[in-house]
């Protein structure tokens, strides 16, 4: 049995190592919430094996052996027989011992299904990997996400099942990609249900209002080489710094064919679109680099994932831990 057992945990880790390798190396699109949800199924499964079957039996055996040394010496000492060869709690440690797949399986449960619940309901870390987000979020922030702020929601199937706030104007929210669900963005929400988005001329419009916004002093882009016109914008209680590339044209060509795409009209100037129930519209804060909604499309409330809140981390700058505007 523990033979088998042994062999058996030994090809589950080696699966779980080599699908971990396959995603490393890109041979295989990775989803890390269904791996850790599988990690605390299997290695919860070892610990109630260990806490319900095989400790009483290491616990049993150890008790066995303490009794048939007992009464060894017992016999032997009625023929005058004091000395007798064997340490019986080295004996017993190993018999208590926990064997080594027990180990790295129900060993390592309770700190699995913690980062498992903290991560699936509370918060979850993301890195920020490319530059749609400056200058509010720069590459190689590192950020916590508020997962329950939206609502709690079911990890790996992303289903809501308690609602909480919806998200605003101006909040900077982490999604599933539409056309690739399997990938997570993060940009700005800039429409909720029902608002007309018009961004024309690189000037953002909601429900016919022009959004204020205020120049400030160019932005030198240390990953560019190159400066960049700011501006700070408010939208609805949220007022933020943004980018705008004066080489850039205003105009957007949509190349994807996406949901609610006909309540969307094209033009030289940019984009104006209805957002339909249950979607909202995202834009990034650098405006001429970000594909973002304005190319393909809404975002549904489904693949909403949480709302960015703090920078807890940047290696190159330390500067830059703290709040997220």
Known sequence: MLGFMSTLTALVLAVFVGYGGAWYFGMVEGNFSLLLFLATVVTGIYWLAEKFYFWPQRRKA??????EAFARRAELAGQGITQVDGNIEDARSKLIMQPWWLDWTAGLFP???????LRSFLFEPFKIPSGSMIPTLLIGDLILVNKFHYGVRLPVINRKILDNNNPQRGDVMVFRYPPKPSLDYIKRVVGVPGDEVA????????NGKPLPRAALPDFFDEDALRYAKQFRETSGNKTYRLLNDEDRAPFISSRYDFPFKQNCRYS???VVCKVPAGHYF??????????DSRYWGFVPEANIVGKAFFVWMNFGNLKRIGGID
């Open 62 to 67: 150890a008790a066995r052996l303490e009794q």
């Open 111 to 117: 700190v699995i299904v913690i980062v498992f619940l």
């Open 199 to 206: 961004y024309l001329n690189k000037k953002l419009t909601v």
């Open 268 to 270: 030289i100037e940019g």
């Open 282 to 291: 995202m834009m990034g804060d650098n405006r001429d680099n970000s594909e």
